[in-house]
């Protein structure tokens, strides 16, 4: 049988075929803890390959942010949100013949489990297992998972690549050895071939396949027969690569510049984007007595002073969105807080003078003898988005600096609250991650989250997270993510600055492109010409 299939374009492409290699140039892998295990990987590019060798419990619809069945046909989630029961597909291997079924879960679990105390807490999938205490085989098609706690951000983890389901097997290896890939095997429509840290990792098909997402056209095989993703440093050897046609799919960290977008699309490829999900790229300050941001007033300037059009448009294109929230437009439960991220110059200069800042011979603002200066650390020499925002701030009297961390500080700074302001974000299709930017309790950096708010803005956080997330009433999660979103805006507790894009450049000669709901790499429609 044959499918008609779109292009990249959107135009109607010739008639599938199958067969062929695809090659990705990914931006590199991660120099210090490179990583192919599922449950331990933060690295997007790395999940975004584990998500065409691994297949998870559930699928999470890019649109609407539904969650549907995937391994699981169907589920039910007890009335006190403690139990979860999925009812498995029959029929599941994985790449290596063995049966996928409520046993291979279960010892999932426990292997999940185990890696969390065995890493301290430092494996990525740790801060989407919050509660998980253990799973009980029902029957050999169900399993039950148990949690200490609601959480409604659960049944989104379980269609995570950090939650797919792999052979029990693997759990025995160390967490350093399954990091290299070794036991690593997944259900998925391909099999991880061999990955070669910081060089390449190789797909190949898995014959057999019939048990895809039906958010997928073709739950089948697939139609590629390899995927080779190398890691490329340079954006523009990237670029080059794939407008000479040696590689198939361009896929940079940071979104294309103009001047590459003009060359891709130019050389008859095309240019795909979508938001990746999760907070924003935002700015947090240090509201720690003694520094600048503790005076809330300040933040809520900041907040003002920023336009965010021209920083986008300048640093990624004219048709690149302005961000309107904390958390980016993919995110389940986005609400938009536009009106509130107005630029308004005249707006932060007359709050910053109501709060006592005066503005001194130079432009910069004074107050009890002191200039208005914020620091804002950088890893690295101060890029052109750190200089835009520096000019945007300093017309309202606020002397932003940029001073260049050593190696040595970029790993204590936040710690030693040796900052005014800093900056950060966070990859998940549900706005439960934000909790681990903000909430001391559970955030991955409790330095940050301490000092980005006071205690009682904390709590007013933590509160709002609660009702969202221990319950299993939805008309009550959505309420309260809408009120952390008010809140957080309304208080300057974070700053939004710009909307993160995956883009990906993809040659004329490839179809069937498509984004997962975490704005991953989807391969099961993709086929070459």
Not at 143 to 166: D, G, K, M, W
Not at 231 to 242: I, W
Not at 285 to 308: C, E, F, S, Y
């Amino acid at each position: 049988m044959t499918l008609a299939a779109c292009g990249g374009n959107g135009e109607a492409a010739t008639t599938s075929q199958s067969g062929g290699t695809l090659k990705v140039s990914f931006w590199p892998d991660n120099p210090t803890f490179s990583c192919i295990d599922p449950f331990q990987v933060y690295w997007i590019e790395s999940r975004s390959i584990i998500r065409n060798f691994a297949d998870s419990l559930t699928d999470q619809d890019p649109e609407t942010g539904e969650i549907v069945p995937w391994l699981a046909t169907k589920w039910e989630i007890s009335k006190d949100g403690l139990t979860y029961t999925f009812h498995l597909r029959d029929g599941v291997t994985f790449a290596n013949g063995k049966k996928l079924d409520a046993q291979a879960v279960a010892e999932n679990v426990t292997g999940w489990i185990d890696t969390v105390k065995a890493t301290n807490g430092a494996a990525y999938g740790s801060s989407y297992i919050q509660g998980l205490t253990g799973a009980k085989v029902v029957d050999a098609s169900t399993v039950e998972l148990h949690l200490s706690t609601p959480n409604s951000s659960f049944l989104q983890a379980t269609s995570t690549t950090n939650l797919a389901i792999t052979d029990p097997a693997e759990f025995q290896e160390t967490p350093a050895d399954r990091c290299t890939g070794k036991g690593v095997v997944g259900s998925g429509l391909f099999a991880l071939d061999h990955y070669t840290a910081k060089v390449e990792t190789v797909l190949t098909k898995r014959t057999g396949y019939t048990w895809g997402s039906a958010l997928a056209e073709n739950t089948g095989e697939a139609r590629l027969d390899k995927v080779v993703f190398n890691y490329v440093a340079e954006d523009s050897v990237r670029t080059g690569n794939l407008i000479s046609g040696a590689t198939d799919i361009a896929w940079p960290r940071n979104p294309f510049s103009p001047q590459d977008e003009q060359l891709i699309k130019g050389a008859g490829d095309t240019v795909e984007s979508r938001a990746l999900p999760g907070p924003s790229y935002a700015l947090y300050g240090n509201t720690a007595a003694g520094h600048p941001l503790a005076d809330a007033q300040v933040r809520k300037a900041l907040l003002k002073a920023i336009d965010r059009r021209t920083y986008a448009t300048t640093l990624f294109g004219t048709d690149y969105p302005t961000v309107t929230g904390p958390f980016n437009s993919t995110t389940p439960y986005f609400t938009s807080q536009e009106s509130k991220l107005a630029y308004d110059l005249e707006g932060a200069k007359q709050i910053l003078e109501a709060d006592g800042w005066i503005a001194g011979a130079d432009g910069i603002r004074v107050k009890d003898g002191e200039q208005l200066t914020i620091d804002y650390p950088q890893a690295s020499t101060a890029g052109a988005g750190a200089e835009l925002l520096q000019a945007e701030l300093k017309e309202a009297g606020i002397n932003l600096t940029l001073r260049t961390l050593t190696t040595a500080q970029q790993a204590t700074y936040l710690k030693e609250g040796s900052y005014d302001l800093t900056s950060t974000y966070f990859t998940r299709a549900d706005p439960g991650a934000l909790q681990f930017i903000l909430n001391p309790d559970v955030a991955n950096s409790k330095a940050l989250a301490t000092n980005s708010a006071t205690p009682a803005e904390t709590k007013q956080i933590q509160d709002l997270f609660a009702k969202a997330l221990q319950t299993t009433d939805a008309a009550q999660t959505k309420q309260a993510y809408a009120d952390l979103q008010d809140y957080l805006i309304d208080q300057a507790v974070l700053i939004p600055l710009n909307e993160r894009l995956q883009k990906a450049g993809v040659s004329s000669h490839v179809h069937g492109f498509a984004y997962t709901s975490e704005s991953f790499l989807k391969l099961n429609d993709v086929w070459k010409d």
